[in-house]
Every structure is written in C-alpha cells, then in structure tokens.
C-alpha cells in the first residue's frame, strides 16, 4: 500500500494538501489525489474520511456518497492489485472551496498532533499482506453504508472517522489503530440499525 514516498504521518499529509493547492481558490478530488500521491491508498482513505468529517464540507449533501464511492473505487482498484489509482472524469472534476477545506485542515490540526504522537508501527502484519486486504473490506462496507449514513443523523460523521482511522493506520503502519478502527466500524454500524430499526 505504502511506496517509499508516502507521507508517513498527519503532519506530512497535510502539509503536502496545502502545498500543493495554495494558488487556488478551488481543489478538485485529482488535486488531492496527486498531492498525496496517486499510489498512496492509505492517504486517499483518510482524505475522504477527512472531507466528510470537516466542519462546513462534510455537512453539504451527497458529499459523504461521493466520498463513498471514491472509497469504493479506490480500494476496489487495490483488491486487484493495481498500483496506481483511477477515477471516472465526473467524480475526479468534482470541487471544493479550498478555503473550506484548510478550516477543515486547520479544525484538526490539534487532534491530529495528537494522533501522530501515539502512531507508529506496531503489529505492522495487520496492515501488510492479507490484513491490509481486510482493512480494505471494511474500509469499503463503511463506504458502501454512505447513503444510508446521510440518512441518519451524525452516522456520516463516525463513518467518516472510521475511514481516517483506517487510512492513519495504513499511513502509520499501525496494527493496533486497525483494531481501534474496526472496533469503532462495528460501533458505527450498530448505532445505524439502532436507527434505522428503533
């Protein structure tokens, strides 16, 4: 999943979306995929997970759907072992405010130094081999659940951190964030039968 670019933390994740997307005004989804590399799988999931969490991006309507259907397109191409990332034209043209999306970055600077602190590689078999192809069925189940999470309030918001969870844990190589991660998917997924079904 990871190639000997890739950033290997939040901070250098971030850093790269700003750099590469300071002369304009608005980003579309193939700008962040080239900014954090169009083989960095890991980066492509927490970016999406990221957009549908931020304040004022995530809350637009069919913006977790479409983030959900990069996920599920993203990961698909990794099942099938290509080494590099496609996307459909319409969904690779969409854009965002870039304005928006660094008070989003800017919303998470905290939390994230934070999460970078206490990430690093541990139980690096977990996202490598047949684990990171596990990572990736559940990263695509949260994705696939899209719609229906913007149908249930707040839903989006813990899909959208489970697939930062996930991507941090591929970007980390950190098994034990894997585990977090999927711990808190089953959670996500309870809380929206509870929903739908209450």
Same mark, same amino acid.
């Given at each position: 999943?990871?190639? =000997? ?8 994740? $971030? ?27 890991? =980066? ?9 969490? !931020? =304040? ?32 459909? !034209? ?39 081999? =047949? ?46 964030? !894997? ?11 309870? $809380? ?7």
């Amino acid at each position: 999943m990871n190639q =000997p670019n890739d950033p290997e933390n939040l901070e250098q994740l $971030f850093d790269r979306l700003r750099t590469a997307t300071e002369h304009q005004e608005r980003v579309s989804v193939a700008d962040l995929f080239q900014a954090v590399g169009e083989r960095s799988f890991g =980066p492509v999931v927490f970016v999406a997970g990221l957009i549908v969490v !931020a =304040p004022l991006i995530g809350d637009i309507p069919g913006v977790p759907t479409i983030m959900g259907l990069i996920v599920l397109l993203t990961l698909g191409q990794l099942l099938f072992q290509r080494h590099s990332i496609w996307l459909p !034209a319409t969904l690779a043209g969409r854009r965002v405010s870039r304005r928006k999306l660094m008070r989003g970055l800017e919303w998470l600077e905290k939390p994230t130094a934070w999460m970078d602190r206490y990430t690093r590689p541990r139980l690096v078999w977990l996202t490598r081999g =047949p684990g990171q192809y596990l990572m990736a069925l559940e990263c695509m189940s949260v994705a696939g659940a899209m719609p229906a999470m913007e149908v249930v309030p707040f839903s989006a918001n813990g899909g959208g951190l489970s697939l930062m969870a996930f991507g941090l844990a591929i970007i980390a190589r950190d098994g034990v964030l !894997a585990v977090l991660a999927s711990a808190f998917t089953v959670g996500t997924f309870w $809380f929206i039968g509870s929903a739908l079904l209450g």
